[in-house]
């Protein structure tokens, strides 16, 4: 299970201290039903319950935090239940364990699939004020790296009006009009842009905004061109391009290299690679980088090979060499 900085919680703490005490009182929590059976349902409330699924705090209840989300309110209305028969001296608050485990038999969770990894690490983020297990562009590392020339930390050190692309989480959405200039009254935005190493804000301005306006939206994870602005006291971003990082190979790819080992480039294994890139004909060059025991030799396919950067593209020389031989490059444009 998560451990959670309960301290640190927010709108909820008392709870979450009443929460404890009875713990410490009682026994284990076995279940959110459980949980909803043991304390007191009238100071601990739907909102609590919520929260402590989305930051983790419920893991150890050996369920998908989906299906327990999916429960809080028949829970509550259980557990409210039960302790009212309690009140009436039908059982006891501490006793009734073996009550318990035939009730939680009857309390089956549904089975819904797990919150996707983004929605897991934003829940976090709303419960907690930050990412606890997981961070939404943990997954694009490689991406990241692929593209992006800087990050937020290294803008203080570039020049103002320097071009740079930078990734990150889209929040702090602000749709405005401009007041002034021949676009007047057209709709433009601010927004922030998380990273790894930080945020920065950023403007994307009405003709930019017209190309872009469904992406600048809160909790997109997105690649952003742009200028640095340095005349304030912090760096900001003025946006000139946002393209979502799940695309971002399809739209900022400069070439493919597939990878091989000279001992494994026989001539089926070149004539199966062949057959698979001329199934996916595009504008990028294709490249082959062959490891030999003295030296690594970077050898151009011809013109005739060129591709489109697709994910199936990449299943099938998965499919046909292993994982990992082939990858998308950005060209000078990645760190």
């Not at 952003?224 to 946006?239: A, C, F, I, M, Y």
């Not at 000279?262 to 698979?276: K, M, P, T």
Request: proline share 4%; with cysteine.
């Amino acid at each position: 299970p998560h451990v959670v900085r309960l301290s640190e919680m927010k709108a909820w703490l008392e709870s979450a201290r009443r929460l404890a005490g009875v713990r410490e009182a009682s026994c284990a929590f076995k279940s959110i039903f459980h949980l909803a059976e043991t304390v007191d349902v009238r100071q601990v409330n739907k909102t609590v319950l919520e929260v402590l699924v989305k930051a983790g705090a419920m893991d150890s209840f050996d369920a998908r935090r989906s299906q327990m989300a999916a429960v809080v309110s028949d829970a509550l209305e259980a557990g409210g239940h039960m302790q009212a028969d309690r009140r009436a001296g039908q059982s006891t608050f501490f006793g009734g364990l073996d009550d318990f485990e035939e009730k939680a038999a009857e309390s089956a969770l549904p089975d819904v699939p797990e919150w996707s990894e983004s929605v897991l690490a934003q829940n976090e983020k709303q419960a907690l004020g930050y990412y606890l297990s997981r961070h939404p562009l943990a997954r694009y590392e490689d991406v990241l790296k692929r593209y992006a020339t800087a990050t937020v930390r290294d803008l203080q050190g570039l020049s103002d009006g320097e071009t740079v692309v930078l990734g990150g989480t889209i929040s702090a959405v602000k749709p405005t009009v401009t007041k002034t200039g021949r676009s007047k009254g057209e709709p433009m935005a601010r927004f922030t842009l998380e990273d790894l190493t930080g945020s920065v804000s950023m403007v994307i301005f009405p003709p930019q905004y017209r190309e872009s306006r469904d992406l600048v939206e809160n909790d997109r994870e997105v690649l952003v061109r742009g200028r640095v602005d340095l005349s304030r006291n912090l760096p900001d971003v003025k946006v000139s391009d946002v393209t979502p990082l799940e695309r971002a190979d399809e739209k900022m790819a400069k070439r493919v290299v597939v990878s091989l080992s000279a001992a494994a480039a026989g001539a089926d294994v070149l004539e199966g690679i062949a057959d698979v890139l001329k199934k996916h004909p595009g504008q990028l060059p294709v490249f082959f980088r062959l490891d030999t025991p003295t030296a690594k030799v970077l050898l151009a396919a011809g013109s005739a090979y060129r591709v489109d950067a697709s994910q199936e593209l990449v299943r099938e020389c998965d499919g046909l060499l292993g994982a990992g031989h082939i990858r998308f490059a950005g060209g000078n444009g990645g760190r």
